[in-house]
């Protein structure tokens, strides 16, 4: 087939010819400029639809200047101060703050917007008792020798965290044209109007531009910088720089109660995802959420009726737009685009709801660091690929692209060429599936925490697709499921609390203990613990990762240690005799060649019973444990990386747990777990992929039936059902040649 | 010299002169019976106290047998069985556990003794709510489907849990002259009345003994059997077994509150001594160790009127003795006597107050799994030797002697050979040393816990001197310290709390999470960390290993974080970038040759800030860091197994802390870490010995001159400062060849 389209490619001023030549190869139809570079003259020209980025709360720092009041703000905590001597305390706020990013807003009622807490006690001091020496200085008058203290305290943000970001990284002071960006806030009525003439006066000026890239819309997720300009906390999901003393009194007046500074302060924790979230901060990010979809429905009007496409980018100021919020399809955004580092995040965009297509954009970015004699853009273009196809097989995206310097690219025509089959491998999914999604699901599974459907494909996540020693033991759950044949639903604690919906076949609760995505102090709901008993009991499925259901209580540290047969050992229970057998021969851990590998683990677990099958032990402790538990079953696992091992291992736990391995055989699978298999009942057709580097020889089971196949390294083969039956038994029957 | 005594050899029947020319060579004079068997007539020619073991509380099985009701009991939990269904629920009680140990007791008002919880709430449930159904059968009528409920049981002891062991491993069985000793309980007046009379007796039959080794006295530590007659449930610090229907209603009369079943059961821990003490638990503690001293006194009287010495065995029935507890003393005890698995087991035994001397049981016992062709009995006796001998120089044991079967040791004469060197060296510490400690401690370090004083060289420890994986890397604190020079004090939160003794010079809280060696819930006491912090401040120091002062409240998991500039990552705080760099040039490091060993660490730790000196890292996560707090100072090591370098690190972690590091050179010590020194001031003389079994050439420094020694595997080397003054330089002086 010949058929082009679905590719967006990043163009640059000064090599028309290429990039007309790279438009036919790619099969590209759109076009982009790169963040901060304008687009060639050569776009309008081109049979392709032209983006361009356009930052609704930055940028125009001529208007930043003329309404200092209008910054964005933060809700920020000083660090812990002991008093150590009697009588006065000063606390210095900005100490660790970069104050080109950070001031201090004193033009409020400081009484109301700061505050002082004794955090030995927790006791908030009274505002007679504390007062502001300066702009960045707080004095207590009399503080507790022995007691630490902290000024929670209103700030101004006086550079825009991403553009500070790139300012520092690229020596952007070193050019004159390039100044430091200053977000305003589009809470101020004055700027809310300037943000909706200027974008009507930017789509006059830009009759070349189809589709107006938002990146994104108004506040910046939690980004900010310490006394010498690095990085000091990030939060990809933080709401702290969306607050405002007036957003601060709308609130009280919907909502009918006052926030505090300490509500977003939250012990200085900010309420990162990996906290179990309060009321109050459920409640801002509903208010926020409002309050930034209805603005953004607003210049994504403007954007209409200018006759141009508006793009959000998952990304930068995109807090409040929570793609799967409630309010989020209200706005009518025709598209979402963002970055796939990984397959959770390729899901992350492709599922979101209520757009007319998503688009993601691939790795490499066309940039130095990789673009050079040591780099590897073809492996890095090879596993971002590998690792997106899985997701994309299951939920596909509808568009892809890169971004950077095309100029770059264009000196690595190997790199070029790798692309131009990714591109065509990429359109040929969405052709042969006759974009239908493939129809293997069992059952669905609910991964369940402390967020739910809010934070679909974005839990364990610190900052993007960022790795971190303490996550990717659990991340590898999603990653897994992101590209396993199962429909996949969050599910927040609330939701299954008063019955577990019908749809889910097993849920999974994966996390460290005291984490919102383990539960932490959830499973101190009586009302939680007796659904999912009753519910496993009645023949449903439990899968626990690390320290599920954790939550020191009433004897037992895992509150569902009865359901999964493991308890976990914290040193309360040393003293109770440990015995173990291990079951090598199981449905479970049928694939796993080697030990396996949990990562991190999920610490000292044992077994409370003989009725406890363990699968796999490792330093005296459980990794792997099955457990029947009335009609139902249950399933440990002390962590899950991602791997293609561990994908397997879930895939079959999926199954076991669900009381199903009797079907796994003939539902569609690979014997070699390198590979997998997406079946199309419409098309009658199946796509069989390989997931690694090296040629992989499989066979691919379903409807009784075997097929045989080679595939090249990243290769990927499909097979018409009508053209190739198969082979009823377990024959070899090579289908295909290395590709 | 050729003084001799001191040790104490084991004799058996038919190896009269074998036993005539060990007592000479040894320089025994004392000799002992092994448990359970019987001394040979020679006991009584030879020049040497005669040992004999002696149980109070069983042994007289007929009186067992007469006495029915005087069972010792346990109170026990059920497992934790869920309501899966509506309706009735039955719990067999006994399910788990070993029917010829454990015998439930309904001859007692069961809705008082017994109890029913359901675990899921909480909640005790009214017995008016549930019915035994037979002895071991308990059921619910109306149990909520989806909540877990135990059952609190009162049980008979039907066998002695030590000499049932002894009876399964051993096959006795096969003998017909063994019987299943069963424990009677010492409440019971007519038993009292028999222990009292029958030991009366005894003493008048056994006029050959000298001293009466009592084993121990009346309750044996919590020690429970599974179902196939395996350990269940061990806890040698465990007041399970103290229990009885008078003894909780004499509490509630001294003590003014009932104690229930769940005081004891506690949820399934059973005060084990890793939970944090609850008050009711202590008030157990002190009631029975009152009670059992006042009974024990009685013997000792008996045993002093028939003209012969008590001694208490450390173990076995040893509960409510407590060495360390405030009565111990009135008993007026002549001795005690322990296995010495350790330097730690060896202080808890040596530092005992209120007795007239103390005695060690060194390793291996003569016993047929070291003595055969594959055994290393010297290897044994030697590494039993060298952790033993740190402790005894800084605290004498009194005697020494050895267990087991003789007739298998003098079959390996290089194995007695070595004995007889060690007795030799054991007898000259005493000798050279003129019966005074070593001088050489420039202040107290304080042991802070939970439970203070009455857990003297105690802490973290499960089953006696067994190796855990969980408890090691804390162990190394308690087994560096039992060797080095420092006084030791163990002290509880409430020692502290109003300020830390004068005589303190560092304050060490080591443990994991959660645990009465941390603290946990402790460490939410304001006045407990006000008066740390203040004190630190003042100029103290307080050393943190593991997880010190970890609870998770008003910001902070590790309470004193701003003290110890460290603070643990609990995954709520991932958003906060971390910088670190690493010190490598510090006093606290100076003798770390290799990287540094925290056995199983404490967790992610991370650096508050630039203030903190990072000494080492592994894996992104702090394990050694040093802050200056005020006029204060505060170290934090992630864990410290015991080694000769873990060792040395914390000697100097203790002087940098007090800020004494300048005075270190000076302060007695070797340059060789895997030699030690002690000086002894009145006799102006200083003991060198090698801890290791290869040799050791070491500078010992101290007073500004230096000596230089080399010792032979596990020697030592006594020099006398009068003869060899030392060099004022740092040239060589060898003052010994190899011994």
Not at 273 to 297: C, G, I, N, Y
Not at 531 to 555: C, H, K, L, M
Request: charged share 20%; with cysteine; hydrophobic share 40%.
């Amino acid at each position: 087939m010949t058929e082009k389209g679905r590719v967006t490619l990043p163009i640059e001023v000064g090599m028309d010819e290429e990039i007309k030549e790279l438009m036919e190869r790619l099969g590209a139809d759109a076009v982009r400029n790169s963040d901060g570079t304008e687009l060639p003259a050569v776009a309008s020209e081109l049979f392709a639809k032209v983006y361009s980025t356009y930052f609704p709360a930055r940028g125009d720092n001529d208007w930043a200047k003329s309404r200092p009041l209008d910054r964005t703000h933060f809700y920020l905590m000083s660090k812990r101060i002991p008093a150590l001597t009697e009588g006065e305390l000063v606390i210095d706020v900005m100490d660790g703050y970069f104050a080109q990013q950070v001031s201090p807003d004193t033009d409020v009622d400081v009484t109301k917007m700061w505050q002082v807490i004794d955090r030995t006690t927790g006791e908030t001091i009274s505002p007679s008792k504390w007062s502001l020496v300066d702009d960045s200085h707080v004095k207590l008058a009399e503080a507790i020798p022995g007691h630490v203290y902290t000024v929670n305290f209103f700030a101004k943000q006086m550079w825009d965290s991403t553009q500070m970001y790139n300012y520092i990284t690229n020596d952007w002071h070193l050019d004159p044209k390039r100044c430091k960006e200053m977000p305003y806030d589009v809470r101020i009525p004055e700027t809310w109007e300037h943000m909706q003439s200027a974008l009507k006066q930017w789509c006059l000026e830009h009759p070349e531009v189809d589709v107006v890239r938002f990146t994104t819309f108004f506040y910046h997720f939690t980004l900010v910088f310490n006394h010498v300009g690095k990085e000091k906390f990030v939060d990809w999901f933080g709401y702290s720089a969306s607050v405002s003393e007036s957003a601060m009194d709308e609130f009280a007046k919907v909502y009918g109660y006052e926030l505090t500074p300490e509500d977003f302060v939250d012990e200085g924790y900010y309420n990162n995802p990996f906290r179990s979230p309060k009321p109050q901060f459920l409640d801002w990010m509903d208010f926020t959420h409002r309050f930034v979809t209805e603005k953004a429905k607003e210049l994504v009007k403007i954007t209409h009726e200018a006759g141009k496409e508006a793009m959000m980018f998952l990304g930068d100021n995109w807090i409040g737009m929570e793609p799967y919020g409630p309010y989020f399809p209200e706005i009518g955004m025709d598209a979402v685009v963002g970055s796939v580092g990984s397959a959770a995040t390729c899901r992350m965009i492709s599922d979101i709801p209520g757009v007319k297509y998503t688009e993601g954009r691939f790795l490499p970015y066309f940039f130095p660091d990789v673009f050079n004699a040591e780099g590897d853009p073809i492996g890095e273009a090879n596993r971002s690929w590998l690792d997106a196809r899985r997701a994309i097989v299951r939920s596909p995206l509808d568009r892809m692209g890169y971004g950077g310097y095309l100029s770059l690219a264009v000196q690595f025509p190997d790199f070029v060429n790798r692309v131009e089959q990714i591109c065509e491998e990429f359109r040929q999914i969405h052709i042969q599936s006759e974009g239908i999604r493939p129809a293997d699901a069992p059952f669905t599974v609910g991964v369940l925490n402390a967020w739910g459907k809010i934070r679909s494909w974005q839990t364990h996540m610190v900052a993007h697709a960022l790795w971190y020693k303490q996550i990717y033991t659990y991340l590898g759950v999603i990653e897994s499921l992101a590209g396993l044949p199962f429909e996949v639903k969050f599910l927040s604690f609330e939701d299954v609390e008063n019955g577990v919906p019908d749809e889910i076949g097993v849920l999974i609760n994966a996390g460290s203990a005291g984490t919102a995505f383990s539960g932490d102090l959830a499973w101190g709901n009586t009302q939680l613990v007796t659904t999912i008993r009753q519910w496993v009991a009645d023949g449903g499925a439990f899968i626990g990762v690390g320290e599920p259901s954790a939550y020191q209580q009433n004897g037992a540290f895992l509150q569902l240690s009865d359901v999964l047969g493991v308890e976990r050992e914290t040193h309360l229970t040393l003293n109770t005799d440990k015995y173990h057998e291990v079951t090598t021969d199981h449905f479970i851990t049928a694939d796993l060649a080697e030990a396996f590998d949990d990562g991190e683990g999920g610490g000292d677990v044992y077994a409370l019973d003989e009725n406890t099958k363990v699968l796999a032990m490792k330093d005296g402790s459980v990794q792997i444990a099955a457990h029947a538990y009335g009609h139902g079953r249950a399933v440990y696992l002390s962590g899950l990386p991602y791997s293609s091992e561990n994908s397997r291992l879930l895939h079959r736990a999926l199954y076991w747990a669900a009381n199903r391995e009797q079907t796994f055989e003939n539902n569609w699978h690979c014997d070699n777990i390198y590979t997998e298999v997406a079946y199309y009942p419409s098309a009658n057709k199946i796509f069989v992929y390989n997931n690694t580097e090296e040629t992989q020889s499989t066979r691919v089971h379903g409807h009784g039936k075997v097929w045989t196949a080679i595939l090249g390294s990243a290769g990927s083969q499909w097979i018409d059902l009508n053209e190739n039956p198969g082979e009823a038994a377990a024959g070899d029957n090579p289908v295909s040649a290395i590709i």
